[in-house]
């Protein structure tokens, strides 16, 4: 048996590992957590072992972690850096950013009616007007 294991690369202790089974309670708690994912899948693990306590059974964080880890759930929520812009998204230049003190004075024609009015350095550029 030694020589077999050499030739394939195993450990005989792994030749004679016999893998146990889930118990009854894990498969019971893994169908409620499931349960609830479905009904908020929002909760994290430290919610979902509140969640378990709340309904009368014995568990801690670790075992939770696990059981969802196994199952494969995951807590929905906003990951980070979510604002960063993708690849070769076009970014345009804010015009109006901290001009409006260096605002001069803009004259609006329309027919019948004038406008008189404080507008900043960059609206004026790019309505077409001159900037001071």
Not at 60 to 75: E, S, T
Not at 102 to 118: D, E, K, S
Request: overall charge positive; glycine content about 10%.
């Amino acid at each position: 048996m030694r020589r077999q294991c050499q030739l394939l690369g195993l450990n005989r202790s792994g030749l004679y590992y016999q893998p146990v089974d889930a118990s009854l309670e894990n498969l019971h708690l893994m169908r409620l957590l499931d349960e609830q994912y479905t009904r908020c899948p929002f909760y994290g693990v430290l919610r979902m072992t509140a969640w378990l306590r709340h309904q009368g059974h014995q568990v801690n964080v670790k075992r939770v972690r696990r059981l969802l880890r196994q199952m494969g759930l995951m807590a929905v929520y906003p990951k980070p850096h979510l604002s960063q812009p993708g690849a070769g998204v076009q970014l345009y230049p804010y015009l109006l950013k901290n001009d409006w003190y260096r605002g001069g004075i803009m004259q609006l024609c329309a027919p019948g009616a004038l406008f008189v009015g404080v507008a900043p350095q960059n609206v004026r550029a790019v309505l077409g007007r001159s900037a001071r």
